[in-house]
Nanobody
Framework: DVQLQASGGGLVQVGGSLRLSCVAS????????IGWFRQAPGKDRSGVSC????????YYADSVKGRFTTSSDDARNTVYLQINSLTPEDTAVYYC?????????????????????WGQGTQVTVSS
């Protein structure tokens, strides 16, 4: 059974940092690309990052480049999203997802092809 478990969200002040975790079970990162998405209130879910399982390349959304960093710990089957210099515009529910592949970027955001599994969301709230 393929599952993703996201955690690490919370309430932080502007300029603060958080590290989100996404633990995979039932598969390894060699099998799928792993992406992070976020959904702000009243907005559509949009891509934040995508890590390719083929070459390890990471695609970031323009809005987070330089502030967000994705890393992985294969021994723990965990992908992390380090988010720094938070602004109120980063307030959203953050999700991780597994897919067949990263598909580059469109409109300044990473695209995933063949998403097959979503983790439950973790809320990030940035207070000003």
């Amino acid at each position: 059974d393929v599952q993703l478990q996201a955690s690490g969200g919370g309430l932080v002040q502007v300029g603060g940092s958080l590290r989100l975790s996404c633990v995979a079970s039932g598969f390894t990162f060699d099998d799928y690309a792993i992406g992070w998405f976020r959904q702000a209130p009243g907005k559509d879910r949009s891509g934040v990052s995508c890590t390719s399982s083929r070459d390890g390349r990471i695609y970031y959304a323009d809005s987070v480049k330089g502030r967000f960093t994705t890393s992985s710990d294969d021994a723990r089957n965990t992908v992390y999203l380090q988010i720094n210099s938070l602004t109120p515009e980063d307030t959203a529910v953050y999700y991780c997802a597994a897919a067949d592949a990263c598909w580059g970027r469109i409109g300044g955001k990473p695209v995933m092809r063949g998403i097959n599994t979503w983790g439950q969301g973790t809320q990030v709230t940035v207070s000003s």
